[in-house]
Nanobody, 122 residues
Framework: QVQLVESGGGLVQAGGSLRLSCAAS??????MGWFRQAPGKERELVAR????????YYADSVKGRFTISRDNAKNTVYLQMNSLRPEDTAVYYC?????????????????WGQGTQVTVSS
């Protein structure tokens, strides 16, 4: 049974940092990513990492501030978020794809975590 378990969300002041973790069980995925969804907005891809860890994708809004990484031995993916802004406030979801290592579309990801709240205060 595939399961993605997230941790690390919380409340932080603007300019602060948080680190999200997502532990996967039951399968090793070709690509893993982090999406976020703010109230009233569509779910959007924040970052994605290929199985090898050598290919990453970042949304323009987080480039230079967020870093995605993975530990294949632990089957875990991380999202280091620095210089956080109030507009980063959202529920963050871990997602995994058994398809292309270059997956970036919502429909590419078949497995999802339960979500973790990130709130950035101004």
């Amino acid at each position: 049974q595939v399961q993605l378990v997230e941790s690390g969300g919380g409340l932080v002041q603007a300019g602060g940092s948080l680190r999200l973790s997502c532990a996967a069980s039951g399968h090793t995925f070709n690509a893993m990513g982090w999406f976020r969804q703010a109230p009233g907005k569509e779910r959007e891809l924040v970052a994605r990492i290929a199985r090898s860890g050598l290919n990453t994708y970042y949304a323009d809004s987080v480039k230079g501030r967020f870093t995605i990484s993975r530990d294949n031995a632990k089957n875990t993916v991380y999202l280091q978020m620095n210089s956080l802004r109030p507009e980063d406030t959202a529920v963050y979801y871990c997602a995994a794809s058994s398809g292309s290592v270059y997956s970036i579309h919502l429909s590419d990801f078949g497995s999802w975590g339960q979500g973790t709240q990130v709130t950035v205060s101004s």
